[in-house]
Nanobody, 126 residues
Framework: QVQLVESGGGLVQAGGSLRLSCAAS????????MGWFRQAPGQEREFVGG????????DGADAVKGRFTISNDNAKNTAYLQMNSLKPEDTAVYYC???????????????????WGQGTQVTVSS
């Protein structure tokens, strides 16, 4: 089993920045992909972006391109979501997810991921 724990959410003013972390623990992980999703009230869960253990990234929603950056630290089994120039419409619960059997691919669908974190709230005030 793999446990994912997100941190770094909170309240920020529009134009500000936050960095979310997703730390994986449990069984040993060597080849993996981690994805970030978000879900606003009344909305579908949306793929924000992902990265695999090789550092290959997959872009997600057009709304975050150029503002959000994903990175990872294999030694720490941790992925990061750096969010800059935040807007009120970025307000959502942000989830990380992991697929621990991926060689190259980084999926965009929720069903592709094996493990999920509990989510962390990000609120952007105007």
């Amino acid at each position: 089993q793999v446990q994912l724990v997100e941190s770094g959410g909170g309240l920020v003013q529009a134009g500000g920045s936050l960095r979310l972390s997703c730390a994986a623990s449990g069984r040993s992980i060597s080849k993996y992909a981690m994805g970030w999703f978000r879900q606003a009230p009344g909305q579908e869960r949306e793929f924000v972006g992902g990265i695999n253990w090789r550092g290959v990234r997959t872009d997600g929603a057009d709304a975050v391109k150029g503002r959000f950056t994903i990175s990872n630290d294999n030694a720490k089994n941790t992925a990061y979501l750096q969010m800059n120039s935040l807007k009120p419409e970025d307000t959502a619960v942000y989830y990380c997810a992991a697929n621990v059997n991926s060689e190259w691919y980084v999926g965009k669908l929720r069903s592709w991921y094996d493990y999920w974190g509990q989510g962390t709230q990000v609120t952007v005030s105007s």
